[in-house]
């Protein structure tokens, strides 16, 4: 979850889009070291649910 200072928008990692990937897919458990973006990731899946709710 990188910051970039253009926008101040925040980038997820490539490890993080995976796992939104999988998550939106299959129930599961992230299990990640503190600092590593856990609630970025439940964020991005949850946007993704809702987005898909609203098809």
């Known amino acids: 979850?990188?910051?970039n200072k253009e926008?101040?928008?925040m980038?997820?990692?490539s490890y993080q889009l995976?796992?939104?990937e999988y998550i939106v897919k299959r129930n599961g458990i992230i299990y990640l070291p503190t600092g590593s973006g856990k609630t970025y990731v439940a964020i991005l899946a949850l946007?993704?649910?809702?987005q898909n709710m609203d098809k």
């Open 1 to 3: 979850m990188s910051e």
């Open 7 to 9: 926008t101040d928008k």
């Open 11 to 13: 980038e997820a990692r």
């Open 18 to 20: 995976r796992l939104v």
């Open 47 to 50: 946007k993704r649910f809702s």
